[in-house]
């Protein structure tokens, strides 16, 4: 079966602008996370939705966001874009909520900010 | 902050086994050993994971201590495929606040 997709697979944006990226979980997972990936600070956790219900956030400021519908696939948004931005965003998906379910990443997207 | 501290790089011959340790000290009962690669670029893959047994599946095998304090992951004959970063993370079985914290991991180079 299909993985968990992500689109763009690369973006470059300017400082102060916004952008929303998009993540097509694995069909027939309900869960998806939001991973930020710098050099600098490995990989961090943005956020989870589960059932269009954010469950988990990360210490990320209020420009980052998301949501996901009513198919499990989810967006984020990062508003006002910084030099900072500038990272590898990863999504990941799994089967939501129970024992043992492990959680498959995408490709990411890569948005340079500048 | 992760709960896990992992040697920040390793090197191992091709065709040889790879044994990434990993220390977790204050895993909790009910938390799992997660292990997961990052091959440059891609996204991280799922290896292995386990709770208190020794698992194996078609790509490595993962050995806990029986106090649950380290585990040892194991690629029986690595090949330059496997060169990658490798994250141990520990994990609560899923509830409301399980999220995946990544270390810094084990940048693993296979020489030929």
């Known amino acids: 079966k299909a993985g968990v997709t992500q689109t763009p697979r690369y973006l470059i944006k300017t400082r102060g602008q916004q952008v929303t990226l998009s993540c097509s979980p694995i069909?027939?997972?309900?869960?998806v996370s939001w991973y930020q990936q710098t050099p600098g600070q490995g990989l961090q956790f943005l956020f989870e939705?589960?059932?269009?219900?954010?469950?988990n956030k990360g210490n990320f400021p209020g420009r980052f966001s998301g949501r996901q519908f009513s198919n499990s696939r989810s967006e984020m948004n990062v508003s006002t874009l910084e030099l900072g931005d500038s990272a590898l965003y990863l999504c990941?998906?799994?089967?939501?909520?129970?024992?043992?379910?492990?959680?498959?990443f995408g490709q990411g997207t890569r948005l340079t900010v500048v | 902050d992760a709960k896990t501290t992992q040697p920040p790089s390793m090197d191992c011959a091709e065709g040889r086994a790879a044994n990434l340790p990993c220390n977790h000290s204050?895993?909790?009962?009910?938390?799992?050993v997660y292990w997961y690669r990052q091959i440059h670029s891609q996204g991280p893959q799922y290896i292995i994971h386990?709770?208190?047994n020794n698992e194996t599946n078609e790509m490595a095998s993962l050995i806990i201590t029986e106090d649950r304090k380290s585990s040892t992951l194991i690629l029986p004959h690595a090949t330059l495929r496997d060169t990658a970063v490798y994250y141990c993370?520990?994990?609560?079985?899923?509830?409301?606040?399980?999220?995946?914290?990544f270390g810094k991991g084990t940048r693993l180079h296979i020489l030929p």
């Open positions: 990941a998906s799994s089967l939501g909520w129970g024992e043992n379910t492990e959680a498959f």
């Open positions: 069909s027939g997972h309900r869960s």
């Open positions: 939705y589960f059932s269009e219900t954010q469950r």
């Open positions: 204050t895993i909790s009962g009910n938390e799992y």
């Open positions: 386990g709770l208190k």
């Open positions: 993370i520990v994990r609560v079985a899923r509830n409301r606040d399980d999220k995946i914290i």
